[in-house]
């Protein structure tokens, strides 16, 4: 029988698929038109040259050891560096079979070269501005950070996805970042009465407010992926849409690894300006790409 938590977690999922059906995209948002798309090998070898650093946050979480296998993959970044509360062994089979795509045919790496090639700082996130130094000297920035009501309670949710992303950022801009990506979620709004896309809405305006050179917010519908942890509300959400017709589930899921690549897409693309929203339907677009290295 399942706990208060587990019938608490499931009810909000079934809300939140709701909220989600009722909304739509509302317009497909920023991002490389088809023309753009069809220039992309050549964007990613261009952004290659400029051998720039990145950070990514939540590297540990699903999205975000998808973001760090694609970038290894592209060999996007000249330095990589993840900012997590623990140290990331690489020892999961999710990371032992990345090519490396930039060096002709694609050789499998071992272990040992993502220990060497990663720096990782381990921060307290409770304590952020002693941690300064972390966040200095990366052109680019991704940050994956997040929670949920149910595992960290509705304090610790707004802690994580707002507190802790906010003062990321803040550390991440005043460290001289000039592009900063977010994964938010479809459906923010920081006028909200659900607190989760309330939550994801102020955060949004916050980082927005810092006026990063580039700020780049990505509002995907529901992540398809197979978590490792257990997640009631959302494996619910997804046996939910799964259920409704393809043209309907598409326009309100995604694929995670879909997510990252339209991120890194965007990412080597032209800016159409200093804040770029991506919705779900522009989401599943641009990360649709068959010249992306399969990893």
Known sequence: M??????????????ASMLLLQR???????????ADKEALPKLREDFKMQNKSVFILGASGETGKVLLKEILGQNLF???????????????EAYKNVPRASHGPCKHLATEFYMQLQNQEVVDFEKLDEYAAAFQGHDVGFCCLGTTRGKAGAEGFVRVDRDYVLKSAELARAGGC????????????????????RVKGEVE??????KFDR????????????????????????KFFGSLPESWAS??????????????????????GPMELLENKAILHL????????L
């Open 2 to 15: 399942p706990g208060p938590w587990a019938l608490g977690a499931v009810a909000a999922a079934l809300v």
């Open 24 to 34: 739509g995209d509302e317009g497909s948002g920023a991002g490389p038109s088809m």
């Open 78 to 92: 000249s330095k990589v560096t993840l900012i997590g509360r623990r140290k990331l062994t690489f020892e999961e």
């Open 178 to 197: 000039k592009h900063f990506n977010l994964l938010s979620s479809k459906g923010a709004d920081k006028s909200s009465s659900f607190l989760y896309l």
């Open 205 to 210: 305006a916050k980082v927005e407010e810092l």
């Open 215 to 238: 700020y780049s917010v990505f509002r995907p519908g529901v992540l398809l992926c197979d978590r490792q942890e257990s997640r009631p509300g959302e494996w619910m959400i997804r």
């Open 251 to 272: 326009g309100h899921s995604v694929p995670v690894v879909t997510v990252v690549r339209a991120m890194l897409n965007n990412l080597v693309s032209p800016s159409s």
């Open 287 to 294: 990360g649709k790409d068959r010249d992306v290295p399969k």
